[in-house]
C-alpha cells in the first residue's frame, strides 16, 4: 500500500481473528498443529507490517474461552508454541518499541506461559510505537459480565451512582481500557462470524472477511486489507455528505 496516497486513511486499530490453521494443515495431510507452527509466522508477519506502516494498535485473537474444548493435545500443542513465541520474540519486541498486553484469563493459562506471558509485558511496559494485544482465553462476554460485575461491586460500596455509567466508564472496565476501538476487523479463512470476540469495542468497526487461510496471510495480504479499507466511507450514523464534509474539515 502506497501510505501517502492515504495519510489519514491508515487504521489506528486493527483487530485480526486469525482463523484456518486446522484446515491448512488438513489440506497438506499434516496434524492441525503443523497449521499452528505456520500460523505462529504469521503472527510475526503481520506484527512487522502493522509497525512499519505504523498501526498503533494491533489486537490478536490467538486462543478463545470456548477453544479450550479442542482436544487435549492440540491445546497442549498450542500452549507450548505460545511460550516459544513469547520467549523468541521478547528481544525483537523491547528493540522495535512493541507493547505487549494480555486480554483475556491469565490465570487460567499454564503456569509457564502465564509466567512468560509476565515478564514479556513487565519488560515491554515502556514501549511505544505499537501495542500488540495477544487474546488468550478471551471471550467476549465473560469480559463484560466481568466488567458487570466489578461496576455493581463499586455501585454497592457506594464508589459508583448508577447514573454516572455511560459508554466511557463500562469500556474503562474492560482489558481494552484506554486503547481505541478497533477500526477495522480481519478475518481470515471465510468464516463470516464474530466467535465472541470484542462484541462491545467492535460497534463501529470496518469488517474485512477473506478466504485466505491464516497461514498464507502474509504482508501483501494484509496490505490488501489495509488498501480496502481506505477506500470505505465510515459514516457513524450520518449522511455520506456529512461524513465527507467532516472528512475534508478534519
Ligand atoms: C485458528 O485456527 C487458531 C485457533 C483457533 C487457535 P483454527 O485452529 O480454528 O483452524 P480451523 O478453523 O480449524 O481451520
Ligand atoms: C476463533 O476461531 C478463535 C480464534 C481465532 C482464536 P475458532 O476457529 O475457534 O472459531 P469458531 O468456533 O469456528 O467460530
Ligand atoms: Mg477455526
Not at 486499530?13 to 495431510?29: E, L, S, T
Not at 513487565?122 to 459480565?145: D, F, P, Q, V
Amino acid at each position: 500500500m502506497d501510505e501517502t496516497r492515504y495519510p489519514d486513511s491508515l487504521p489506528q486499530h486493527v483487530a485480526i481473528i486469525m482463523d484456518g490453521n486446522g484446515r491448512w494443515a488438513q489440506q497438506r495431510h499434516r496434524p492441525r498443529l503443523f497449521g499452528h507452527k505456520a500460523g505462529a509466522d504469521s503472527v510475526r508477519e503481520a506484527v512487522e507490517t502493522a509497525r512499519e506502516v505504523g498501526i498503533r494498535h494491533l489486537t490478536l485473537y490467538a486462543f478463545s474461552t470456548e477453544n479450550w474444548q479442542r482436544p487435549g493435545l492440540e491445546v497442549k500443542g498450542l500452549m507450548g508454541l505460545l511460550k516459544n513465541y513469547l520467549q523468541s520474540e521478547l528481544d525483537n519486541m523491547k528493540n522495535n518499541g512493541i507493547r505487549l498486553a494480555c486480554f483475556g484469563q491469565k490465570d487460567r493459562l499454564p503456569d509457564e506461559v502465564r509466567g512468560m506471558l509476565d515478564q514479556v509485558i513487565a519488560e515491554t511496559k515502556l514501549c511505544s510505537k505499537l501495542r500488540l494485544n495477544l487474546c488468550l482465553s478471551y471471550g467476549s462476554r465473560a469480559e463484560m459480565i466481568g466488567a458487570m460485575q466489578e461496576i455493581s461491586r463499586k455501585c454497592v460500596s457506594g464508589e459508583l451512582n448508577p447514573e454516572e455509567i455511560d459508554d466511557q466508564l463500562f469500556s474503562d472496565h474492560l482489558y481494552s481500557t484506554g486503547q481505541p476501538d478497533p477500526d477495522l476487523l480481519i478475518r481470515t479463512s471465510g468464516e463470516q462470524r464474530l466467535s465472541n470476540f470484542l462484541l462491545w469495542q467492535l460497534s463501529y468497526a470496518e469488517l474485512y472477511f477473506t478466504d485466505v487461510p491464516w497461514p498464507d496471510f502474509r504482508r501483501d495480504q494484509f496490505l490488501a486489507a489495509l488498501e480496502e479499507y481506505a477506500g470505505r466511507q465510515r459514516r457513524f450514523g450520518k449522511t455520506g455528505a456529512q461524513a465527507e464534509a467532516a472528512c475534508v474539515s478534519s
